[in-house]
């Protein structure tokens, strides 16, 4: 029997055991249901082989050497990746559209004795669904936005608050990229469809009845767009503004952006394409200080000379409800402890 898709919430709160993605390597990476498995039936190579002779030669020669590739390679799954599950086992089963891919691999594993079911639908389903949540559906949630100049530790007091209990959504973290100039991340970021079904399952495992504590961000994330019903949201969300001395916001940027700090080359890079927006003269300044391996310098000058004017320029074309303000002398871990207390306690008067 095919699982028809209606709502997001109840399909990531399924019962099933395991979710398992038949579809090629690419496009399982590219994007899938979150904790879904990839058991393809069709390899990279094998799916556009098969593609390529049903558009050039025949459907009928196309679907006969994808029938073959099929079974054989879900048999190889049911030998080597299946094996161990017991009788009572239940696999949900998702393609591309709910098609041959896997509604043949449910069919072998149905006849094994396997409760196995597939997804109407398959993939395209659930992009529909996320989709419809994300661009479509205004979001459910009560955004509350931690607000402030670049090196004001907001991420690092979404954890502490976190840790308390409050309920928060670590945008920058489901990104990969810490949303600035020199934020990329090791390993990359997750493509947009990724992105996308990973902030529905965040949203979806949280309780809309209570305030959910975010990042002021912009639109974009690195290369990732906000989607519309997340950035209705945080346009409109109330914020908290936390400020503390530029002394204090330097040295906690040399700590946290050392990696990039450590990188002359790359860091040049990323700052050469700023002339035309700060001028030779700044981005010179900056090179220099590069150089001379100045990373407290340099840190407090691009605050001084890039970060702050373009955050001073946002604020103003945004009018937004700012709750409170929570000034933080030390950026250390108590003075944040303190930080993530009092926005604690606030959120409770909403």
Request: contains cysteine; aromatic residues 8%; hydrophobic residues 40%.
């Amino acid at each position: 029997m095919a699982v028809k898709l209606n709502n997001l919430t109840h399909l990531y709160s399924h019962s099933f055991d395991t979710v398992i993605d038949v579809r090629s390597p690419a496009e399982f990476a590219e994007d899938h249901l979150p904790g879904a498995i990839n058991l393809p039936v069709l390899d990279n190579e094998e799916r556009t082989r098969v593609g390529t002779i049903y558009v050039q030669e025949s459907p009928f020669l196309a679907r006969k050497l994808g029938a073959a590739l099929v079974f054989r390679n879900a048999a190889n799954h049911i030998e080597n990746n299946l094996s161990h599950h017991e009788g009572g086992w239940r696999p949900l089963v998702y393609c591309r559209r709910g098609g041959q891919r896997s509604g043949s691999f449910t069919w072998m594993l149905q006849q094994i004795g396997w409760r196995a079911e597939v997804i109407e639908g398959g993939y395209r389903s659930y992009r529909r669904l996320v989709n419809a949540y994300l661009y479509h559906d205004p979001l459910p949630h009560q955004l509350v936005a931690l607000d402030g100049y670049t090196g004001t530790a907001k991420t690092e007091i979404l954890g502490q608050l976190q840790r308390r209990g409050v309920q928060v959504l670590d945008l920058e973290g489901l990104a990969n990229h810490r949303g600035s100039l020199l934020g990329d991340m090791p390993g990359g970021q997750p493509g947009q469809k990724a992105f996308e079904s990973a902030l529905s399952a965040a949203f979806c495992a949280l309780d809309a009845s209570r305030p959910v504590v975010v990042e002021a961000e912009s639109s974009k994330i690195g290369s990732l767009i906000l989607p519309p019903s997340l950035w209705a949201a945080l346009c409109a969300a109330p914020r908290v503004q936390i400020t503390a001395p530029i002394a204090a916001r330097t040295a906690y940027l040399v700590r946290a952006y050392d990696d990039i700090l450590s990188d002359a080359k790359g860091l040049r890079d990323r700052l050469l394409p700023l002339r035309f927006h700060r001028g030779n003269e700044v981005v010179n300044g900056w090179l220099q200080l590069i150089e001379e391996g100045e990373k407290q310098e340099l840190t407090r000058a691009l605050m001084e000379s890039h970060y702050d004017p373009s955050y001073l320029k946002s604020r103003r074309a945004r009018d937004a409800n700012v709750l409170a303000q929570v000034h933080l002398t030390t950026l250390d871990d108590p003075g944040l402890a303190d930080a993530a207390a009092r926005i604690e306690t606030l959120l409770t008067q909403l």
